[in-house]
């Protein structure tokens, strides 16, 4: 029973363990994640500035919608890797005060990590002429 | 019904503690994006229908998940009652089998219906087996025999197509509802699969 009650306990606990967890112990990220990530390594932004920037990176093939980018960025507050700035107003986006969202320091250890890991999948494929040796 | 009613309708898909901490600003990001989009198209609602069905889900998963020890508790009693209740019918469909097996051994005897009665006698005793591996907190174990038991009963419903409705219920019922059980609370990625 303990360990299936383990189980069960584990999408309540995790966030505790989390705090002393190294970088790697987080990935593969989710896709959304990533984006949510590389867009905040930018600087401090609201949702709607994630969005149109994860979209604008991706060249629209990556979308995320209300219940997708809020349901990411709880997780990543959660984890520790996202914390939240000072709620304004943006003055592009009329006088709504909008919660803004930044990386931090692990946040950013873990996107470096990602990053790595990717560079050496695209690396490994380049090798084996899957890919050329630029981008095209 | 505007645009933004429809959406605040489709918040509560959501559960309520994520609407109260993220529903004013997913609202926000609604209006955004109707300032930005024509409402009026199918592809726009067919883009928020997609990003609801998606995360909504998850996050009540995630709720239920994060609702603690008292959830955990109230699982734990479950499987412990759903365990005993298992030993139980795995002993009472030995006693049954062979019950079956002295009142159906007076008359003539067809090999089908005595393999069936085997393959019922060994899918009860694995049904017994893993409600004991469930009680010893071994779930892997629990998850094959029940698995077994399953594949064991269908075989003996297919070799006597006269087996009662309650025992095809409780024989082929029973494991599978625990196995669900045992499968469904998986570790969770810490950051989702979104």
Not at chain 2, 74 to 98: C, Q
Request: charged share 25%.
């Amino acid at each position: 029973m303990g360990a299936i009650v383990s189980e069960a306990r584990e999408g309540a606990i995790v966030t505790k363990r989390q705090a002393g967890r190294p970088p790697e112990a987080f990935l593969p990220l989710p896709p959304a994640t990533f984006h949510i990530l590389l867009a905040l390594a930018d600087g401090e932004l609201h949702g709607y500035a994630i969005m149109k920037g994860v979209a604008a990176r991706s060249e629209g093939s990556v979308r995320l919608g209300p219940g997708t980018l809020y349901g990411s960025l709880k997780r990543l507050l959660e984890a520790g890797l996202v914390e939240e700035g000072a709620e304004r107003a943006d003055p592009e986006r009329g006088d709504e005060r909008r919660r803004y969202y930044r990386m931090t320091p692990l946040g950013l250890s873990v996107v470096r990590a990602e990053a790595r890991r990717l560079d050496a999948l695209v690396r490994a494929a380049r090798r084996k002429k899957l890919i050329g040796e630029r981008p095209a | 019904m505007s645009a933004e009613d429809i959406y605040r309708l489709l918040l509560r898909a959501y559960p309520p503690d994520f609407r109260a901490e993220y529903g004013r600003e997913m609202m926000l990001l609604f209006r955004d994006q109707c300032r930005e989009s024509d409402v009026r198209t199918v592809g726009f609602w067919a883009r928020v229908l997609y990003d609801v069905a998606r995360s909504a889900p998850v996050l009540r998963v995630d709720a239920w998940h994060s609702g603690g020890i008292e959830n955990t508790r109230t699982v734990e009693v479950i499987m412990k009652l759903d365990a005993m209740l298992t030993v139980l019918l795995g002993v009472f469909g030995i006693v049954n089998a062979v019950v079956e097996w002295v009142a159906g051994s007076k008359g003539a005897i067809d090999g089908r219906y005595v393999l069936a009665v085997v393959l019922a006698v060994f899918a009860s005793v694995l049904l017994l087996g893993a409600g004991a591996a469930i009680l010893l907190r071994r779930p892997q174990p629990a998850r094959v025999a029940l698995l077994a038991s399953v594949v064991l009963f269908v075989a003996a419903r297919l070799l006597f197509p006269w087996m009662s409705i309650f025992s095809q219920l409780v024989g082929f019922g029973l494991p599978v509802a625990l196995l669900i059980a045992l499968y469904w609370p998986r570790k969770a990625s810490p950051l989702g699969a979104a």
